[in-house]
């Protein structure tokens, strides 16, 4: 299996467009066809590509992330999903494993990629965990309920 991250263009959203969830998924993320396509500055749209897109997130260069730790020179990943159909086949985890190699080379000032996850999103967090995320003990409230903040060094 051969992983890549690829800044999002309009080529890949048709097959965005079709993306779809189980509702207990669905109710932690948001859907590539449900993003506004002008996204706001600092707000980067990053799709998982294996053979064609697969999965989607968004990394914030923002305002946004200072509300999830001090250090200067971090980025926010949020609104992570894989296809439905595409799960189970580990294409999270290497996404997950890509994304440092990505942030280096397209954000080499970055030393730190933060998320909150809710928490109970076991399954996420378990996903994060066990691919170098670590729980910084940080809580916040979320639409859905309080957050964990978690943290990846790069």
Same mark, same amino acid.
């Given at each position: 299996m051969k992983i890549t991250l690829?800044? =999002?263009n309009e080529s890949h959203q048709s097959i965005l467009d079709t993306f779809d969830l189980p509702t207990d998924q669905e109710k932690y993320t948001t859907?590539?066809?449900d993003m506004d396509h002008s996204l706001p500055d600092g707000v980067?749209?990053?799709i998982v590509v294996e053979s064609k897109p697969i999965g989607m997130f !968004?990394?914030?260069?923002?305002? =946004?992330?200072a509300s999830y730790t001090n250090e200067p020179n971090a980025l926010l990943f949020s609104a992570?999903?894989?296809?439905?159909?595409?799960?189970?086949?580990?294409? +999270?985890? +290497? +996404? !997950?494993r890509e994304l440092p190699t990505f942030v280096q080379q397209h954000f080499p000032?970055? =030393?730190?990629?933060? !998320?909150?996850v809710n928490l109970k999103n076991e399954? +996420?967090?378990s996903l994060y965990t066990t691919n170098g995320w670590i729980d910084t003990g940080r809580r916040i409230g979320g639409p859905i309920g309080e957050q964990r903040i978690l943290s990846l060094t790069i």
């Open positions: 690829e800044h =999002r859907l590539p066809k980067h749209p990053i !968004l990394l914030h260069d923002n305002e =946004r992330v992570f999903s894989i296809n439905y159909e595409e799960q189970g086949k580990g294409y +999270a985890k +290497a +996404a !997950l000032h970055v =030393r730190e990629v933060v !998320l909150s399954a +996420a967090f």
